[in-house]
Structure formats: C-alpha cells, structure tokens
C-alpha cells in the first residue's frame, strides 16, 4: 500500500525558496512497488501539468521546462521520501502541488494518467 502525503507548501515572495517533501505513510516500502514519483501541479482554472519526475532506482530525473534550472527532485531511499526543492520561484508557480508515484517503466512519465498513486495536495503561493 502506497499512501502519499506533501508538506512544505506556503506563501513565499517572488524570488523565494520552497521545499515541499512527499512521504509514503503506507506500510509498503516505496522501493519495492515504486519506479517513479513525480511532482505534477494545479493552479485555479487550469488543467494539472507535470512539473518533475525521478526514477526512484537510479536517480535519473527529468523536468518540465518551465522549471528547469529553478527545481530539484531528489529522494531519500532509506527514509522513504521524495523532496521538490524550488528556488526563484515565480508567482506562475502558484499552485496547488501534488506528488504521485507508479512502477517502474521505459521511459518517464509525465502525465496523470500514467500515475496510480497520489497525494492530496499542499498549497504554493508566490506573491509578486
């Protein structure tokens, strides 16, 4: 069982730092079910888009190109978390912030459908 669970959201100036971590309060170590986990969000009127994705074996991560060079995906294996540092953030990255996660495949996922595990959510606002 894999039950997803974000902190760190709040409210940060434009050019801030955020560090949203995602934690897996199920009883099943994420390694063994898990391939990836991404971090995907939501703003209001608009449809949920990916933001990052990491292959929970090897590391290798991959991002969207609105944050690229601004986030970092990184997990810690032996605690069972996956972490989303963002730095000059901007207030286009006000969102709600979701982390998902599903088993291993080719190549990585970046759309909702292809994720079978979710959180609920944790609120980022970036005031300008």
């Known amino acids: 069982q894999v039950q997803l669970v974000e902190s760190g959201g709040g409210l940060v100036q434009a050019g801030g730092s955020l560090r949203l971590s995602c934690a897996n309060s199920?009883?099943?170590?994420?390694?063994?079910?898990?391939?990836?986990m991404g971090w995907f969000r939501q703003a209001p009127g608009k449809e949920r888009e990916f933001v990052a994705t990491?292959?929970?074996?090897?590391?290798?991560?991959y991002y969207a190109d609105s944050v690229k060079g601004r986030f970092t995906i990184s997990r810690d294996s032996a605690k069972n978390m996956m972490y989303l540092q963002m730095d000059s953030l901007r207030p286009e990255d006000t969102a709600v912030y979701y982390c998902a996660a599903r088993r291993i495949t080719t190549t990585p996922p970046v759309r909702q459908y292809e994720y079978a595990y979710w959180g609920q959510g944790t609120q980022v606002t970036v005031s300008s």
């Open positions: 990491i292959n929970w074996g090897n590391g290798n991560t």
């Open positions: 199920g009883r099943t170590t994420i390694g063994y079910i898990v391939g990836y």
